[in-house]
């Protein structure tokens, strides 16, 4: 079965700092992996996705994420960060192939602090 | 385009009573999917739903129910409502089964249950 781990709860970062949100993943196979950000009273916006190709995968907002296979990564990246970027950030995996459900990590705050 | 929209986005009900949300999907999306959100717990899925048909089921009781209409609109049903069952409760769509689609969120239904 599919899981992912986000091993911190919060990240707390410097406003105008580079920023990293931790993501791994276990599947069979091939994955197909997510991240979405979650503002207060809101529902879940998609950030970006990794199919297959480019380990590079930029997204919305300046947000990136760097696929590493070996490593069963797939870590949230933003060169800058800003105070409005502070929200709940979710990973998300499922298999490339078949129909099963997305499985989401627990998510982590992040803090951007001015 | 318009996004997937929840109703009711609050609800507060008392044990034993039941409970209906409603999930209109994006204009063309065929898919709708549902999720429990919980801190303790995080995101959780429910079920999925495509062409008027229930294609994958999370690990939930027989008390958490849903179908989906011919327009693709989607209903979810919690009977005999506990405590546990307080939750923010999210509904995703997407254009055809979650496969490599991406799913889009709506805003979600807070359901307290007293």
């Known amino acids: 079965a599919q899981s992912v781990a986000q091993p911190e709860d919060q990240v707390n970062v410097a406003e105008g700092n580079p920023l990293t949100v931790k993501c791994t993943y276990s599947?069979?196979?091939?994955?197909?992996l997510f991240w979405y950000v979650q503002y207060p009273n809101r529902g879940l916006q998609f950030l970006l996705k990794?199919?297959?190709?480019?380990?590079l995968v930029k997204g919305s907002y300046g947000f990136e994420a760097e696929f590493n296979k070996s490593q069963t990564s797939f870590h949230l990246k933003k060169p800058s960060a800003l105070v409005s970027d502070s929200a709940l950030y979710f990973c998300?995996?499922?298999?490339?192939?078949?129909?099963?459900?997305?499985?989401f990590g627990k998510g982590t705050r992040l803090s951007v602090i001015a | 385009k318009a996004g997937v929209t929840q109703t009711p986005r609050y609800l507060i009900k008392t044990r034993g009573q039941q409970v209906t949300l409603s999930c209109s999907p994006i204009?063309?999306?065929?898919?709708v999917s549902w999720y429990q959100q919980t801190p303790g717990q995080g995101l959780q899925f429910l079920f999925e739903?495509?062409?008027?048909?229930?294609?994958n089921k999370g690990n939930f009781p027989g008390r958490f129910s849903g179908r989906q209409f011919s327009n693709s609109r989607s209903e979810m049903n919690v009977s005999t409502l506990e405590l546990g069952d307080s939750a923010l409760y999210l509904c995703?769509?997407?254009?055809?089964?979650?496969?490599?689609?991406?799913?889009?969120f709506g805003p979600g239904t807070r359901l307290t249950v007293l």
């Open positions: 990794y199919i297959t190709g480019d380990n």
């Open positions: 204009s063309g999306h065929r898919s």
């Open positions: 739903y495509f062409s008027e048909t229930q294609r």
């Open positions: 998300a995996v499922r298999p490339y192939s078949g129909n099963t459900p997305l499985v």
């Open positions: 599947v069979s196979g091939n994955p197909y």
């Open positions: 995703a769509s997407s254009w055809d089964r979650v496969g490599l689609e991406t799913q889009y």
